[in-house]
């Protein structure tokens, strides 16, 4: 694309350096802002989709920014973005939370950035997505695993924006396979009728559209170990990108939300994923990124055989290697009575050390409903001492003792 020098001569910053070009598109390394004042129109781009750094309270090595300063830092970004996309093009923003030093509470940095890009640069949010990521380590570890007293953090938030209410998208273009309750609903039929919670589910509802609509939760595991990315930054002894996201995520936006030809960029390209799935889908692409070691490894994402084709559509595996189960709450519930009481203090003080604390599990049964118990050591050893007394009472090798006389008395005998 022609250079853009709008701005006044001292305002540009210096462009970025083309690193590598593809049939469909080009990889810059530099300063992405300057990338948007030296390579990109104003109303040219259809869809900026990009993995920001996100706003932790401890650095990282791909250079992100304290959760308290991140929104003056985004703002010339949201700016430019606003400038470069089209009337009805969109901005996706993948971004993960964090938590406020030495507390277990969330900071509001994303949704306070959310906000601002509605309110100051006035982009509408289209909708929210949620990427749970079903292998999420259980962190952080302090008030997870050790203190006890918050659940796994699994989820992303995907802001989808636009400068318009009425963003161009079609949600045919991801249409996941029927569960198999809808197949059976399908194959006898339904009968209308008005829901309790006011929904009058018309007869149309049981018609076979061959697919379903998504929900905006996206399910999607991050477990890559051996793609032509891995292998690549393998074999030449480069660090993959640590904070890189599948390209399942941005594929999925890609395609609902462009035609192709059209022009999709990331301007905090990491390893480039979301130019794999624009090349993937026949989009024209520009990503950027500031480290070049990062961007050493993503060619390995554009060689020729690396890339993964999608000619037809994939059969479901036997063994549901293509879908994740949630357990719905209560399965694990028995009666109101709990076996612990909580830490009245709320979890601030530290329980012991592990190495000086055994957690032991044992399974009790009640009205034949099994519970699992976790239980400390003494505890552990006074329940367990406590059944196999009631057990050995039972199968008679135990008896209870005789009843302690007062001091002075004498047993009565027989004459």
Not at 385 to 405: H, S, V
Request: glycine share 6%; with cysteine.
């Amino acid at each position: 694309m022609p250079l853009m020098r709008n701005e006044s001569q001292s305002d540009v910053r210096p462009g970025p350096k083309l690193f590598h070009e593809t049939a469909l598109g080009r990889i810059f390394q530099g300063d992405s802002l300057a990338l948007f004042q030296t390579e990109i129109r104003p109303a040219s781009v259809d869809l900026i989709m990009t993995s920001p750094p996100f706003g932790l309270v401890r650095k990282k090595d791909y250079g992100n920014v304290d959760a308290d300063e991140y929104l003056d830092w985004f703002r010339p970004f949201a700016a430019a973005f606003h400038k470069a996309l089209k009337p009805h093009g969109s901005l996706v923003i993948d971004i993960g939370g964090s938590w406020i030093p030495g507390q277990p509470t969330r900071s509001l940095y994303h949704y306070e950035l959310l906000i601002m890009l509605c309110r100051e640069f006035g982009f509408h949010l289209a909708q929210e997505f949620f990427w749970w990521n079903p292998a999420r380590l259980p962190t952080p570890a302090e008030w997870v695993t050790v203190r006890r007293i918050r659940v796994k953090d699994a989820i992303n938030c995907i802001w989808w924006l636009s400068p318009t209410p009425w963003p161009k998208a079609s949600n045919r273009r991801v249409l996941q396979p029927y569960s198999e309750s809808m197949k059976v609903l399908l194959e006898r039929g339904y009968k209308p009728m008005l829901r309790p919670s006011g929904h009058d589910i018309s007869d149309r509802f049981s018609v076979d559209n061959g697919a379903a609509i998504p929900p905006n939760l996206i399910a999607l595991a991050h477990t890559e170990s051996n793609s032509a990315y891995i292998r690549y930054c393998r074999k030449h002894g480069l660090t993959p990108h640590p904070a890189r996201f599948p390209t399942e995520i941005p594929e999925f936006f890609i395609r609902m939300l462009t035609d192709a030809g059209d022009l999709v960029v990331d301007p905090f390209a990491g390893s480039c994923a979301t130019g794999e799935a624009a090349e993937r889908t026949r989009r024209a692409w520009i990503c950027c990124e500031l480290v070049e070691d990062y961007l050493k490894g993503a060619i390995g994402r554009f060689l020729p055989a690396s890339g993964r084709k999608r000619g037809t559509p994939k059969v479901e595996k036997a063994n549901g290697d293509d879908w994740y189960r949630v357990y719905k709450p209560g399965l694990l519930w028995c009666d109101w009575q709990d076996e612990q009481m909580l830490p009245a203090d709320g979890g601030a003080k530290r329980p012991a050390s592990l190495d000086h604390q055994k957690i032991g599990a044992i399974y009790r049964s009640k009205q034949q409903s099994p519970q699992l118990v976790l239980l400390d050591k003494a505890q552990a050893a006074k329940a367990m001492g406590r059944d196999r007394k009631k057990r050995l009472i039972a199968e008679g090798e135990l008896k209870f003792p005789a009843q302690k006389q007062p001091h002075g008395s004498r047993q009565k005998t027989d004459e």
